[in-house]
Nanobody, 121 residues
Framework: QVQLVEFGGGSVQAGGSLRLACAASGNTWNLNCLGWFRQSPGKEREGVARIHTGSHSTYYTDSVKGRFTISYNNANNTVYLQMNSLKPEDAAMYYC??????????????WGQGTQVTVSP
């Protein structure tokens, strides 16, 4: 069983920054990809960023490139999402997720409970 626990959501004004963290535990030995998704009311869940836990290779969706940075700490099995220059359209519930392989967003099969990010104009 895999547990993913997110931290760090909150409210910020447009242009501000937030840092999300997600601690992975349990049977994570074969999970080589960690990522962040988001979902706002009335919209489908979308992949935001992902990182290979071995190579630390990253991938970002176009709307966050240059503003968000995903990183991974091997020592504590925690993935981070540094979000800068936040926009109102970034407001959503953010979910941490894990997959055996890094690739299409559909590969992610383990999910955290989510943390809310609110961005005011």
């Amino acid at each position: 069983q895999v547990q993913l626990v997110e931290f760090g959501g909150g409210s910020v004004q447009a242009g501000g920054s937030l840092r999300l963290a997600c601690a992975a535990s349990g049977n994570t030995w074969n999970l080589n990809c960690l990522g962040w998704f988001r979902q706002s009311p009335g919209k489908e869940r979308e992949g935001v960023a992902r990182i290979h836990t071995g190579s630390h290779s990253t991938y970002y969706t176009d709307s966050v490139k240059g503003r968000f940075t995903i990183s991974y700490n091997n020592a504590n099995n925690t993935v981070y999402l540094q979000m800068n220059s936040l926009k109102p359209e970034d407001a959503a519930m953010y979910y941490c997720a894990a997959a055996q392989y890094c690739g299409p967003w559909s590969l992610f099969e383990h999910w955290g409970q989510g943390t809310q990010v609110t961005v005011s104009p």
